[in-house]
Structures are given as C-alpha cells and as structure tokens.
C-alpha cells in the first residue's frame, strides 16, 4: 500500500461546480498534513494546512479524518483558474524520522 | 524576493559532464531538502539535510553527490548523469524536521536534461 494515496483523475468539471477530492495515508502516527497546488512545469505552493478541527479559506475548505487516515479538499465555485495539480502532503513518521511524503496528485481541469 | 531560490533554472548537460545545482533559503530554516519530479511522476525524496548534517539519503544513486556548507545552502552535485535523470529537480526547506515543522517551502526548480 502507497503510503500516501489520491485518485490521479484527471476531475474535468464546469465553471461553477463543487469538486472534492480525498487522500488516504497509511500511517497512524503521521503529524501534519497539507494540501499544495501545482501547475505545469512550476514547483507546488502551499494552498492550505490542514487542521483536525477543519478549516477553510475562501472557496476551499480541507477536513482532516485521523480514525479513517483521510484527508479531503473541497473546491466551491471552481474557477478557471483553479485548473492544476493537487497534491497532498503528509509529514508522516517513516523509519524514526519524520518525513513529507506526496501523493501522485489530483489533476483539476475546470472548463469553460 | 522569493524564500527559496534555485540555480540554473534550466540545464542541459552530456552524460560525461560535471555540473552542480544550487539551492539558497532567506527563511532561517534549519532543513532543506532535495526533491527530483520526473514527468507523470509523484516528488522523489532525494535527501533532508538538518542543520548541515545529511539525515536521509532516500537510495540515491552516487552519481547524485549533496553538499550542505552550512543551513542556507544547499548544492547538487552531477556527474555521470544517465538521459533517465532528465527531470525538475526542487528544493525544499522547512523550520525543522520534526513532525511538527509547518509546511515545505519550494524553490522554483532546475529542469535538467541530459543528453
């Protein structure tokens, strides 16, 4: 098993809709856990932390399920813009040091 | 001024070639790393570096050599390259390497091609 797992889509979806996207990780003791945003050929950028408690910023909000190993990222109102790569990310324990492991990431494609 | 900087942007070398990337961070991070992304790929962890003492080295072939004189500097050192290494090569850092060390901090990357 991978130990951080997305759904490598790619998502293509209309202006305007709502899109989720989940990860699974693999290990219990992880610590920190975020969600980056990459688009072709840049390095990613942080788009946000996520938290236990959840939390939201604008059109985005990420939930974090620690019983189920998951965490979500949910896009309201998608705009062109918001066409990429999202990767999630987890500070994860591995071999007594902690280390960020990526996902293969979700491709976004928002249309006109 | 972005806080972590990478140079060439771009490199195009001979597998016979020796050449280095470098990485520098004004953030006052204490561990940096180096990430390889091939295309369709996910981030390859290479190497964490935690206050200048190499602390992963993720099975890296040797022809991949790292340097870290102090905390803000980070290099690559290539040679003997294969066309497979052809890749974005990005460096990160981050305040610690604790699981508790906020988020990574990339550069913009080197794309290297080797010929």
């Known amino acids: 098993r991978k130990e951080v797992e997305q759904d490598p889509g790619p998502f293509n979806v209309p202006e305007g809709a709502t899109v989720a996207f989940n990860c699974t990780y693999s290990?219990?003791?992880?610590?920190?856990f975020f969600w980056y945003r990459q688009d072709c050929r840049k390095e990613p950028k942080l788009l946000m932390s996520v938290y236990s408690s959840g939390n939201e910023d604008g059109r985005f909000t990420a939930q974090l399920n620690r019983a189920s190993q998951y965490i979500s990222l949910l896009i309201r109102d998608s705009k062109l813009s918001d066409s990429a790569t999202y990767l999630c990310?987890?500070?994860?324990?591995?071999?007594?040091?902690?280390?960020?492991?990526f996902g293969t990431g979700t491709r976004l494609k928002v249309l006109a | 001024e972005t806080g972590v900087t990478q140079t060439p942007r771009h490199l195009v070398m001979g597998m016979t070639n020796k050449k280095s990337l470098k990485c520098e961070q004004h953030?006052?991070?204490?561990?940096m790393y180096w990430y390889k992304q091939s295309a369709k790929k996910p981030l390859e962890l290479m190497f964490v570096y935690s206050l200048e003492e190499r602390v992963e080295n993720n099975s890296v072939p040797s022809r991949f050599s790292p340097e870290c004189p102090n905390s803000s500097h980070l290099f690559l050192h290539l040679h003997t390259l294969q066309p497979e290494d052809s890749a974005l090569y990005l460096c990160?850092?981050?305040?610690?390497?604790?699981?508790?060390?906020?988020?990574?901090?990339f550069g913009e990357g080197s794309r290297l091609t080797v010929l």
């Open positions: 990160a850092s981050s305040l610690g390497t604790s699981g508790r060390s906020g988020e990574l901090f």
């Open positions: 990310v987890v500070n994860m324990a591995t071999s007594g040091t902690y280390k960020y492991i």
């Open positions: 953030l006052g991070h204490n561990a």
């Open positions: 290990n219990s003791a992880s610590q920190s």
